[in-house]
């Protein structure tokens, strides 16, 4: 529902027009609450938004603009800071319609800011730090980001005078959802549960070689009727601090926490891992049992920078050559070719024998990824599981999207600090096409797990 989330700072300069909500059709809810400040012959200028004060970070957000003057020229400018106060903001230029209002979903930017086109969420999936190398990552998910919106005069560097203003909170948490921490033996990990009663089919949710405990996707996720398990595995409280070697049974305790969980419904789990978190869910899928389902997000089928160990067991990692690191001119590395070849010589050693797994997979590929080359490891795996005479898995590929694929409307991180190389390497992606598979590859993680851990198939498809 619509709801003015501003009042103006100035009056508009029209003269006792009639005011129509700015959202198409005559059908549309009209705005709750209290009505924008007026004049009796003018409306003063205001934002509008829908959701009103809150929405998820994941939802779309209608944005308008209402009382300016006909075919008025402004800057619109979106502005948030995380949690170490790095300011991330995006900038677009609009021009109102001949009735003085302005909406994203059906006006398109101008060039000269941000973005241009027909973008309703432009403003957010745009935003882009002040500081290069910085990526908009959330902690703590029980407190919300708050986005602040600005209407400016014109379309000047700087922008003119500032003509209205809201903020509204971008949040993670679903009303009702339950995070429970979890320190049961060697886990250490967040459960997040759905609202209402169980169980719910349970997803462990692992990220890249940042270590910690990132827990935005896992929350956001069971925002969706899923439980899901956001599971650290190094550089987390007592959990050893570098990545020099892993154990799979950490893993299959974590495994087995899931499957004897009351709110978790059997038989078996889903995981879901990005990057390095990726190729320690075919392992998880290779070695464990009560695997149903493993959805992957430029996953590498090679154990990649430590050796992996199960049992009696021993998976090398793929070799390397820095050699291979492409520095440019501003001292950002391109570390695409570094990895060698998991088909050749020795390195065959650290291809996950993924045809063990009893399970669907799902390889979600960003096909511009500049970490490493993830749409050929999706061909292997899927050659490889076919050559064993196993099904074979759903490939989406995206064109123009990145290493970082992140939820819906995170803002894509082009370059940042690579935790092993040292420096800034370049992430791979382009704005609007990373944008875009992040919308769509969030809606094929959830069908993929719907159809097989409920038995349900929403008849969700790629859109690109």
Not at 312 to 339: N, Q
Request: net charge positive; aromatic share 8%; charged share 20%.
């Amino acid at each position: 529902m619509w709801a003015v989330a501003a009042l103006s700072l100035r009056r508009a300069g029209s003269r006792g027009r009639h005011k129509r909500p700015p959202w198409p059709g005559p059908a549309a809810p009209q705005p709750r609450g209290p009505a924008p400040a007026r004049r009796l012959s003018s409306m003063a200028a205001a934002v509008l938004l829908s959701p009103a004060a809150r929405s998820l970070f994941d939802e779309p957000l209608a944005i308008a603009v209402q009382g300016l003057a006909p075919r008025q020229r402004v800057t619109l400018r979106a502005s948030l800071r995380d949690e170490t106060n790095e300011l991330f903001e995006a900038r677009a230029r609009y021009q109102a319609g001949s009735d003085g209002e302005l909406h994203l979903g059906r006006c398109p930017a101008l060039p000269g800011g941000s973005f241009s086109g027909l973008e309703p969420m432009g403003l957010l999936w745009a935003l882009q730090p002040q500081r290069p190398f910085r990526r908009l990552v959330k902690r703590d998910v029980q407190n919300g980001l708050l986005l602040q919106l600005e209407v400016f005069e014109g379309h000047g560097e700087p922008p003119g005078r500032l003509l209205a203003q809201a903020q509204h909170q971008r949040v993670f948490l679903r009303d009702g959802v339950r995070r429970v921490p979890v320190r049961e033996g060697r886990i250490r990990a967040t459960l997040f549960l759905p609202p209402g009663n169980g169980p719910f089919p349970g997803i462990i949710d692992l990220y890249g070689i940042g270590g910690g405990l990132p827990e935005y996707r896992a929350c956001l996720l069971a925002n969706y009727g899923f439980a899901v398990l956001a599971l650290a595995y190094y550089n987390y409280e007592d959990l050893p601090k570098e990545s020099k070697e892993f154990h799979l049974e950490y893993f299959e305790e974590a495994v087995n926490y899931m499957l004897q969980h009351s709110q978790v419904k059997g038989p078996g789990i889903g995981l879901l891992g990005f990057s390095k978190g990726g190729d320690l869910c075919i392992s998880m899928a290779s070695f464990l049992k009560g695997i149903t389902a493993t959805a992957l997000i430029n996953a590498s089928v090679a154990n990649v920078g430590a050796a992996l160990h199960y049992k009696d067991i021993t998976i090398p990692p793929l070799g390397s050559d820095m050699k291979r690191i492409k520095v440019s001119e501003s001292g950002i590395a391109d570390i695409v070719d570094v990895l060698n070849n998991p088909l050749e010589g020795p390195d065959r050693q650290s291809f996950i024998p993924l045809e063990r797994a009893e399970c669907r997979f799902l390889f979600i590929v960003g096909q511009d990824d500049h970490n490493w080359k993830s749409e050929f490891f999706a061909a292997e795996g899927s050659k490889r599981l076919q050559a064993h005479g196993k099904e074979k898995p759903e490939i989406v590929c995206y064109p123009g999207a990145g290493h970082y694929i992140e939820p819906p409307f995170f803002p894509m991180c082009a370059a940042s600090m690579h935790l092993l190389v040292g420096k800034p390497v370049v992430w791979g992606g382009e704005p609007k096409a990373h944008s875009e598979a992040q919308v769509d590859a969030w809606q094929q993680i959830q069908a993929f797990f719907h159809k097989h851990l409920r038995g349900e198939s929403p008849g969700t498809s790629s859109k690109l």
